[in-house]
Nanobody
Framework: QVQLVESGGGLAQPGGPLRLSCVASGFTFGNYAKTWFRQVPGKGPEWVTGISSDVRVTYDTGAAKGRFTISGDNAKNTVYLETNSLKTGNTGMYYC??????????????WGGGTLVTISS
């Protein structure tokens, strides 16, 4: 049974740091690309960043590039999302997801229950 469990959310301050973790089980973690995406009420999911199956290559959007860092540890079946420059617009539910194959081009087929991040001073 595929499971992804996010943690590390909570209340954070603008300009402050954030580190989210996602622990996966039920599949061979190193065989699949992984992604973090964010969703706020009333809007569709927003892709934040992704990482290759071997956790050596990251896929950054223009919005996330330079601000959010994804990393992974295949030995621990864990992927991380970090930033040191939070903005109030980063508030939302953060999800990690597994892609259907080892490439980002494949769709996401499983994701966790999310962890809520609220940015407020």
């Amino acid at each position: 049974q595929v499971q992804l469990v996010e943690s590390g959310g909570g209340l954070a301050q603008p300009g402050g740091p954030l580190r989210l973790s996602c622990v996966a089980s039920g599949f061979t973690f190193g065989n699949y690309a992984k992604t973090w995406f964010r969703q706020v009420p009333g809007k569709g999911p927003e892709w934040v960043t992704g990482i290759s199956s071997d956790v050596r290559v990251t896929y950054d959007t223009g919005a996330a590039k330079g601000r959010f860092t994804i990393s992974g540890d295949n030995a621990k079946n864990t992927v991380y999302l970090e930033t040191n420059s939070l903005k109030t617009g980063n508030t939302g539910m953060y999800y990690c997801a597994k892609h259907a194959t080892n490439t980002k081009a494949s769709g996401m087929d499983y994701w966790g229950g999310g962890t809520l991040v609220t940015i407020s001073s």
